[in-house]
């Protein structure tokens, strides 16, 4: 009996280990666990849960099972173990982590109503490459495209307008002596 608890635990260490890794370097795919497509299933058991919870009763059965515990000690300490380890990670970790991913897709989005410098010129119908400062300080250069009927060559100075995962979508500021474009006189 005790050569299959043991191996029952080193499977289930095994299998957290597995799931936890592969979602370190792949990240969460799927949806989660006993949702029909409306976001109405657990909002807490997902895979990486459910692999967090099986590294937790792996290292707490396992670690109880080489201390001598008795099979039914050793199922307890499992249970607890996998309980504060699930408890940890989705109320420490994973509200820090959602939190930074937040803040990169803010980041992103304050782009829009900054001035840059074209670094690589921009082609009507192709992409090149600006260089701007974003609202902290930080020096960014991003890959971006205009809907301008001109070229906008290299060291002209542009607006951006919008963003998406990928560039930065640009104009041309008037009155630039790069771009050739002037203000309309007004009276």
């Known amino acids: 009996m005790r050569g ?7 499977a289930c260490l095994a299998m957290g280990l597995v799931g936890v890794v592969g979602t370190l370097v792949v990240g969460e795919v799927g949806s989660e666990l006993g949702t029909t497509g409306g976001g109405d299933g657990l909002p807490f058991l997902n895979l990486t849960t ?6 937790g009763i792996g290292v707490g059965g396992g670690a109880a099972t080489l201390l ?3 099979t039914t000690a050793a199922a307890v300490t499992a249970a607890c173990t996998a309980l504060v380890l ?8 994973l509200p820090y982590l959602l939190r930074q991913q937040g803040n990169s897709h803010t980041g992103r989005l304050s782009y829009i109503g900054l001035t840059g ?3 690589l010129s921009i082609e009507p119908d192709g992409w ?11 020096r960014v250069r991003s ?3 205009t809907a301008e009927a001109t070229a906008l060559p290299a060291d002209s100075r ?5 963003v998406d995962e990928q560039v930065v979508h640009v104009v041309s500021i008037p009155d630039d002596p790069h771009t050739g474009l002037r203000m309309p006189e007004s009276n």
């Open 128 to 138: 090149g490459e600006i260089a701007f400062t974003d609202t902290e300080g930080n």
């Open 117 to 119: 410098v074209v670094i």
């Open 86 to 93: 699930v408890a940890v990670t989705r109320g420490v970790l």
């Open 4 to 10: 299959r608890v043991d191996i029952f635990y080193i």
């Open 68 to 70: 001598g515990f008795g």
């Open 143 to 145: 890959r971006a495209v």
């Open 158 to 162: 542009v607006y951006i307008g919008d």
């Open 50 to 55: 459910v692999a967090t919870a099986f590294l």
